[in-house]
């Protein structure tokens, strides 16, 4: 198993309500991503991050906001939620290198908007 | 475009015989091929890699897979299936140059006792 966490795992909130999800890595990783999961189960690249105050969207639009003020740090962030965000996240994170690096993942965020 | 298929929704196998899960790919330039698993309410498990070199890989828990580039496939393999690998797994692929993965929708492997 990987060194990144996720919080929280479940989030059940209503809509329009503010939420952040976090995800932190203790392997000193400088690359971070978000995925969205659809329901259908397949994954979306949302958000990326090279490194500390780098961010990248990814090849699916999305309405949330990250940052990336800390290396181990990245959460996500969605101002107001809709029902249209319920889905799970999934934080990843890789080494920088020379050559293609694995991409190591946290459990993930269910959430669900009401 | 840059793309990755896994053909089948679902692959039902009885425990102790052979599995495939299939994978093949669409890419410009030379690939990078993943395989990962999905147990339930957990994130994804890296299993094996292709980067470059022999064709037939070796990953974690028994499984290999294959490079083939005349069929544009990657097939994920596994001598004698267990009931635990029952799980959800997905291929993935990148290229030169770039850190993004490129996920396949996923096939679910069903191993009955």
């Known amino acids: 198993e990987a060194d990144i966490y996720q919080t929280p795992r479940y989030l059940v909130i209503g809509t329009g309500k503010k939420i952040t999800l976090e995800c932190s890595q203790t392997?000193?990783?400088?690359?971070m991503y978000w995925y969205q999961q659809d329901p259908g189960m397949e994954l979306h690249l949302i958000h990326y991050?090279?490194?500390?105050?780098?961010?990248e969207k990814g090849d699916l639009s999305s309405e949330s906001t990250v940052s990336r003020i800390r290396t181990e740090h990245f959460p996500l962030t969605l101002e107001s939620a809709r029902p249209s965000h319920t889905s799970q996240y999934l934080c990843?994170?890789?080494?920088?290198?020379?050559?293609?690096?694995?991409?190591?993942f946290g459990p993930g965020t269910r959430l669900l908007v009401l | 475009a840059q793309s990755v298929a896994q053909p089948e929704d679902q692959v039902n196998v009885a425990e102790g015989n052979p599995l495939t899960v299939k994978c093949t790919y669409s890419v410009s330039g030379n690939p990078y091929l993943f395989w990962y698993v999905q147990y339930p309410n957990r994130g994804l498990q890296f299993l094996l890699k292709y980067i470059t070199g022999d064709n037939l890989v070796k990953g974690s828990y028994g499984f290999e897979a294959e490079f083939n580039k005349s069929q544009t496939s990657f097939h994920l393999k596994k001598p004698s299936a267990l009931v635990s690998d029952s799980a959800l797994y997905f291929c993935a692929v990148s290229f030169y140059n770039t850190d993004k993965l490129i996920f396949g929708t996923g096939t679910r492997l069903q191993v009955f006792p």
């Open positions: 990843a994170s890789s080494e920088s290198g020379g050559s293609i690096e694995t991409q190591y």
């Open positions: 991050s090279y490194g500390v105050n780098s961010t």
């Open positions: 392997m000193g990783h400088d690359k």
